[in-house]
């Protein structure tokens, strides 16, 4: 069974970080690629970042580049993405997502491009 496990939201003052974690079980791992998708209330699920494990091959929506980094940890099947520089318009409900055929690029920020999710996790961001 395919299981996926966000942890480390919480909440933090603008400008400060948080790494949120995914652990991942049931398929293997270095072949797939998992993304991380973030729904603020009222709101679409937009993807923020996508990584494959097989290459470390990334991709960042341009409202995180700069701030936000993704890794993968194929040996303990875990996928972190470190926040920096939050902002509060970062708040959100935080899921991550694998799927084995998504293309790392605009298109793997795309919902519908992703078979298995997390529960997710919530990241406040105050002002």
């Known amino acids: 069974e395919v299981q996926l496990v966000e942890s480390g939201g919480g909440l933090v003052q603008a400008g400060g970080s948080l790494r949120l974690s995914c652990a991942a079980s049931?398929?293997?791992?270095?072949?797939?690629?998992i993304g991380w998708f973030r729904q603020a209330p009222g709101k679409e699920r937009e993807g923020v970042s996508c990584?494959?494990?097989?290459?470390?091959?990334?991709y960042y929506a341009d409202s995180v580049k700069g701030r936000f980094t993704i890794s993968s940890d194929n040996a303990k099947n875990m996928v972190y993405l470190q926040m920096n520089s939050l902002k509060p318009e970062d708040t959100a409900v935080y899921y991550c997502?694998?799927?084995?055929?998504?293309?790392?690029?605009?298109?793997?920020?795309?919902?519908?491009?992703?078979?298995?999710w997390g529960q997710g996790t919530q990241v406040t961001v105050s002002s």
């Open positions: 990584i494959r494990n097989s290459d470390g091959s990334t």
């Open positions: 049931g398929f293997t791992f270095k072949d797939y690629a």
């Open positions: 997502a694998a799927d084995k055929w998504v293309v790392v690029g605009r298109r793997s920020s795309l919902r519908t491009n992703y078979d298995y």
